[in-house]
């Protein structure tokens, strides 16, 4: 009886341990953070290719709602983007094209939850929340 509990929580802790980083060290996983440290690190136009419609239309199409007027207005606010390298700290999927990642600052003092779907085999950034870490 005893051995057969020891056996469950040994399982248990290889579990709590290996769920740290979600789903980050799979093949997807690794895709994901990928794209996610690919797009903080961005300085120019390519930050824009790395944008979901819907993030082009909400955060660059103005009133228009349009992703191709996003598109233009997020190329022409490129020059001015600085890019940071950041550490992807977890990732974790709802279905085969959505995921979740979480991330910060190399310095700790902001971190990102970052949302993103895969619409034609691509990931794609949907979603970026930014927390400053208090104090």
Do not use: N
Not at 12 to 22: D, E, K, R, T, Y
Not at 68 to 93: D, M, N, W, Y
Not at 96 to 108: F, G, P, T
């Amino acid at each position: 009886m005893a051995r057969g509990r020891m056996a469950v929580l040994c399982a248990a802790a290889a579990v709590s341990l290996a769920g740290c980083s979600g789903e980050r060290d799979t093949t997807e996983g690794r895709k994901v953070e990928a794209v996610v440290e690919q797009f903080a690190a961005a300085h120019g136009p390519e930050a824009c290719s790395m944008l979901s419609h819907h993030a082009l239309r909400h955060v660059y199409g103005g009133l228009t709602g349009d992703p191709r007027v996003g598109l233009r207005r997020c190329l022409s606010l490129s020059a001015h983007f600085t890019g940071e390298p950041i550490k992807v700290t977890f990732v974790q999927f709802s279905g085969s094209r959505e995921a979740h990642a979480s991330a910060r600052a190399l310095d700790r003092r902001r971190y990102y939850a970052v949302g993103l779907i895969k619409p034609r085999g691509r990931w794609l950034i949907q979603s970026v929340t930014v927390k400053a870490r208090a104090g």
